[in-house]
């Protein structure tokens, strides 16, 4: 009976040590899957969205580093070497109608496009969150008017009516931004307000209101962070369709004013030699083919990142 007494605290301590190491590795476990689901991991999980994110990223360090990276002065004229082609020695993408670098051109032309992209995106998400928030969370007559002027700026299309803006606002960096950034407020509106409607109607948005929480403070601290994952992949796809407006707008002569080198610029000089030198429309082309499909190949990336059912 002694001996049987003294083995029965070494079963038990046996018994809590499987315990303990059971425990351990399911926290281990669960570490390891938050790990492999941050938005990171998975994001480099998507091939696509990662071919995006390094594109993206290549843009920007270009954009920023522009005066270290071009080889010259963008708006430097050459009358002995008009239209040079691509590959001419110390001109890789050859030369413009005035012999000025293209390459450099392209490279400072990046810094103007992701500026008037990213900030006329900014401006179109800060006016039309907030109409969208307001318009989503008290509804009634200010839900109708709100939406009765976003309805008649979807009236036209897009890029219309930034140049109805820009016609009356005036050419430069900033009239262009506003210009683009008013006209991306109707898409950030309704984006916001959808999201607005179906968070509004949570439980813990309704315990909110039982407790006396004010409506300022409902909508900024509670009901705008569960919109942000959408907002913030709209916008992203936004920016992808600014540059695109940017470019077209500066073609049109309407944009950036000469001889500010920008992509659409670039075009517009381009345009008028397709035939004798190609490479000036078909540089300025590629890039901006190639920085609008990074872009929405990481707003794709994004959205399955932030997407709750891709969680699970």
């Not at 038990?12 to 689901?37: P, Q, T």
């Not at 659409?264 to 082309?285: E, M, N, W, Y």
Request: net charge positive.
């Amino acid at each position: 009976m002694t001996l049987s007494k003294k083995k029965k605290p070494a079963a038990a301590s046996s018994v809590v040590s499987g315990e303990a190491l059971g425990m351990d590795a399911n926290i281990a476990m669960l570490v390891k899957e938050r790990n492999a689901n941050n938005a990171w991991h998975k994001l480099a999980r998507n091939k696509t969205a990662l071919v995006g994110f390094f594109i993206v990223a290549f843009m920007v360090v270009i954009a920023v580093f522009a005066p270290l990276i071009a080889p010259y002065d963008p708006n430097a004229i050459n009358p002995v070497l008009p239209f040079k082609g691509i590959g001419t020695p110390g001109h890789l993408f050859g030369t413009d109608d005035l012999g000025r670098d293209i390459l450099s051109r392209i490279i400072y032309g990046s810094r103007i496009s992701m500026i008037v992209a990213v900030g006329a995106t900014i401006v179109g998400a800060i006016i039309g969150v907030l109409i969208g928030l307001t318009a989503g969370y008290f509804g009634g007559w200010i839900d109708a008017v709100f939406m009765r002027i976003m309805d008649g700026m979807f009236s036209f299309p897009f890029i219309l009516l930034a140049m109805i803006l820009i016609t009356v606002l005036g050419n430069g960096v900033m009239n262009v931004i506003l210009a683009i950034g008013i006209a991306s407020v109707p898409g950030f509106a309704r984006v916001t307000r959808g999201q607005v409607l179906i968070v509004k109607e949570e439980e813990y948005c309704n315990a909110c209101r039982v407790v006396g929480v004010s409506p300022v403070r409902l909508l900024f601290l509670h009901i705008l962070p569960n919109c942000v994952s959408q907002i913030i992949v709209y916008a992203t796809l936004r920016i992808a369709s600014a540059i695109i407006s940017e470019a077209s707008l500066s073609f049109l002569g309407l944009g950036i004013a000469l001889p500010t080198a920008s992509w659409g610029s670039i075009l517009r000089v381009g345009r008028d030699c397709l035939t004798t030198a190609p490479h000036v429309a078909g540089t300025a082309g590629a890039f901006i083919l190639v920085t609008v499909i990074g872009f929405n190949l990481l707003g794709d990336g994004i959205r399955d990142v932030m997407d709750p059912k891709m969680k699970q």
